[in-house]
């Protein structure tokens, strides 16, 4: 979580400065999936006892990149099994 969106002029701002997720992600050859911001309804959530009904903007590409990994490794595991039954 590295910014907030403004409820005054709707804009990105860094509050903690410039994101290093991505210089990161690069450094390590690990897939940056998504940059998340700080949420006050998160917060909001939590103080009711209710947050299981966060419902987070940007979780979507995470969803389906770990879905494409799922499957993909799926795909992966069948095939290693089938060349093992020959
Ligand atoms: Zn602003």
Known sequence: MSY??????????????????????DATDIPLLATLPLDPRLSEL????????????????VVDFIVKIADHLGKLKAKEAEAQMK
């Open 46 to 61: 939590c103080d009711e006892g209710r947050v299981e009904d966060y419902e987070p903007e940007g979780f979507g590409d």
């Open 4 to 25: 907030v969106i403004c409820p005054h002029c709707g804009g990105k701002h860094e509050v903690f400065g410039a994101s290093k997720g991505r210089a990161v992600a």
